[in-house]
């Protein structure tokens, strides 16, 4: 069977399993700035400038080029975002000493509350001040078997995919579509569901208070513009578990393209709490 019909099943499946025993509704969420990510596959950091010269090399990928993700099928192109910078190497499966290009993703128009966006993971989610609010009243209405199917997905999201076996990602790609489409006429009266640009939910690491969007990358050409970057290496966590790095290149977005400035030794070492 391939992925393409293992998605299928579980969506078919999913669907139906979800109705009546699952709240989804949809939320209008702000993010000033949020970040993505890349394991830079150049050999040094200068054949990685000529690489990413341009802001698009940080954007998601060609549809054509994409395969099966946390959030999206094959031929499905979905920019993931971060809330911040501390748990990617953890998203990415990074090593220590890779190098890492960071782009952050500023919102155009400050204060602008955009979506809809599909939301998993609420117990997660309320661990965060600037966000916990608009998730206030999301269980009031909820039996203890709502909340534990929630807590449930929540927990399938932030779990790592094995290379072998079970595919992880084919459950959670379903899940993924069943939150953001709209869905077909025979699941009309199931649903109460309308399309939405997003999906937010928990990241990998959880203890590094984070939590990741995948957005429709038409939707987030609209609202969000990269103008800084860098490229960091990875050096692990320290005691004190902070993620620590050498800040190895700083870019700035001009005219249309990244200009580089390499960062010295003495200044480079950072820490990320």
Excluded at 168 to 195: D, G, H, M, Q, W
Aim: charged share 25%.
């Amino acid at each position: 069977m391939t992925d393409q019909e293992k998605y299928s099943k579980w969506k078919k499946y999913l669907s139906g399993y979800f109705s009546g025993r699952l709240k989804i509704s949809p939320y209008n969420l702000y993010f000033d700035k949020l970040f993505r990510a890349r394991i830079v596959k150049q050999k040094s950091v200068d054949d990685a400038f000529v690489y990413y010269n341009h802001p698009e090399k940080i954007w998601n990928p060609n549809r054509k080029n994409t395969s099966l993700q946390r959030c999206n099928i094959a031929g499905q192109s979905t920019l993931y975002l971060s809330s911040g910078i501390r748990s990617l190497p953890f998203e990415l499966s990074a090593k220590i000493g890779d190098l890492i290009c960071v782009g952050r993703f500023d919102s155009i128009q400050p204060k602008l509350e955009m979506g809809p966006y599909g939301v998993l993971g609420i117990k997660y989610l309320m661990e965060f001040d600037d966000i916990n609010s608009i998730f206030r009243n999301y269980y009031k209405d909820f039996s203890e078997e709502n909340k534990a199917l929630e807590q449930k997905l929540s927990n399938i999201f932030s779990a790592k995919c094995k290379t072998n076996g079970f595919k992880l990602y084919c459950v959670t790609s379903a899940i993924s579509s069943i939150y953001l489409n709209k869905p077909k006429k025979v699941f009309k009266k199931r649903f109460k569901l309308n399309e939405k640009f997003g999906l937010v939910y928990p990241c990998v690491e959880r203890n590094f208070y984070s939590f990741n969007i995948a957005i429709k990358p038409s939707f987030a050409k609209k609202v969000y513009t990269v103008r800084n970057l860098e490229i960091l290496e990875y050096l692990g966590s320290n005691k004190d578990g902070a993620s620590e790095f050498n800040l190895k290149a700083t870019g700035r977005v001009k005219n249309n393209l990244i200009q580089w400035t390499k960062r010295t030794e003495s200044k480079s070492r950072i820490y990320i709490k």
